[in-house]
């Protein structure tokens, strides 16, 4: 008689029982039926496609683009006794001719694949020879050509559906905004499959968003609660995640770096003690991460705007894969927000996808300066109704004071009009206040009818009206370099009276509030 996933799941990974969709998800595998399945990061994908693989005859093929990943997959799978190989570029010719005869001799329960690797005309015809139980295609997201993470040769994989009809496919991803899903379905021919989508929501994890006052200060508070805890700080650049690095190091924190520029060697080793000693802090930037299995990641803290929600809950799924409890930290300000908007316009790409990118900054944007419950916004993000307040992100704990900023508003609006709609926040902020700088008197601008009028708010203040007016399309920023601010048709509705903006009371953080003594 055959052995009953169960019982399979204790005799070879040593668990207890299922989580979650799993039982259905291998359930419908093991009987041969297609399978789409959205799941967080850390929710247990591999389990979906190894039990399967090991219950259905012949060889379970998965599909994954990420060279680390199988590695260290395929070393955890044999220490549970499976007999599991990779092929890609790393291998040498003869270890990899060795794996082949194995796959061929039916001695593989999985063989984890690069997709280049796997879509030659060799390797396509050496499966034909082969028995295969199973195909899995982890990272299904990579197949969408508007994600971050979009790999070529997964458009291609369509073959192994018109090749191999009869072999159930399973297509994995933790991305699952509902344009990415369709996408993912059409493109990969899995109209019919199954979907197992799992709630997204990652009780464990906090979420708390911050305003940036002084960057650096903000994250030492902030991981001075995390000592000796593993965690990513996410940077946007690679001179921002190196300085960063550094920096923290001077503080006595265990900080690596890793980014793209670096060597592989050096990329390959900071990964490597990240996972292996414990309370590494890893400041990196988004291309470290994906695959990355450590299950005790304290936190994620973001010192830099993510470009989109989707990718935010993706990083921040990084942390509390153990299901203790985990932060994700989030500090930015008005320059983050310049900055982003003005790569997305200065960039190469097309109108659609500027368009795009757009819209996803937006909705993060929205994200980032909404006073709901964090986690109701980020999970209605990906379709899914979050039914009460969840008590326990920073929207929860300290509800935000919103004010009628709707003078301030015309105001800020009126000066930006006054000074010739290409002077930055800093500058326009200065004329409201009165300022007595050089460049003020330089064009003049403390002859102006808006010199002086904004003089009972202070700089703090008015950057916050600043940002929020420009998350919330009050104010657009100038595409050249200085980033100039100016009116939009949204703007004209405040202006000529008929609009109240409400804005939201930028809390100032505890710590810092103590030390200063500050308001
Ligand atoms: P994902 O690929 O979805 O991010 P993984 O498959 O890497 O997640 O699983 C995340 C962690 O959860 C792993 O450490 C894994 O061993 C563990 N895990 C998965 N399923 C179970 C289960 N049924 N019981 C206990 N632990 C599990
Ligand atoms: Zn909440």
Known sequence: MQESPRDLLRRVFGHEDFRGQQRAIIEHIA????????????????????????????????????????????????????????????????????????????????????????????????????????????????????????????????????????????????????????????????????????????????????????????????????????????????????????????????????????????????????????????????AFGMGIDKPDVRFVAHIDLPKSLEGYYQETGRAGRDGEPAEAWLCYGLGDMVLLKQMIEQSEAGEERKQLERRKLDQLLGYCESMRCRRQVLLAGFGETYPHPCGHCDNCLTPADSWDATVAARKALSCVYRTGQRFGAAHVIDVLRGGEGEKIRQFGHDRLTTYGIGADLDAKTWRGVFRQLVAGGLLAIDTDAYGGLRLTDASRAVLTGGQTVMLRRDVVEKSKRDRDGGP
């Open 31 to 286: 009987d041969g039926g297609d399978a789409l399945v959205l799941m967080p990061t850390g929710g247990g994908k591999s389990l979906c496609y190894q039990v399967p693989a090991l219950l259905r005859d012949g060889v379970g093929v998965v599909v994954s683009p990420l060279i680390a990943l199988m590695q260290d997959q395929v070393e955890a799978l044999r220490q549970l006794g499976v007999r599991a190989e990779y092929l890609n570029s790393t291998l040498d010719a003869e270890s990899a001719a060795r794996i082949e005869r194995a796959m061929l001799a039916g001695e593989l329960d999985l063989l984890y694949v690069a997709p280049e690797r796997l879509l030659t005309p060799r390797f396509l015809s050496l499966l034909d020879r082969a028995k295969v139980g199973l195909f899995a295609i982890d990272e299904a997201h990579c197949v969408s050509q508007w994600g971050h993470d979009f790999r070529r040769e997964y458009r291609e994989l369509t073959v192994l559906h018109e090749r191999w009809p009869d072999v159930p496919r399973i297509a994995l991803t933790a991305t699952a905004d509902p344009p990415t899903q369709r996408e993912i379905a059409e493109r990969l021919q899995l109209e019919d499959a199954r979907r197992f989508v799992s709630s997204f929501d990652r009780p464990n994890i906090r979420y708390t968003v911050v305003q940036k006052d002084n960057g650096k200060r903000q994250l030492l508070d902030f991981l001075r609660a995390h000592r000796d805890e593993a965690g990513i700080v996410y940077g946007l650049s690679r001179r921002k995640v190196e300085e960063t690095a550094e920096f923290l190091a001077g503080q006595g924190f265990k900080a690596l770096p890793y980014h793209a520029g670096l060597d592989a060697d050096v990329r390959a080793q900071n990964q490597r003690r990240f996972l292996r000693e414990d309370g590494v802090v890893m400041v990196a930037t988004i």
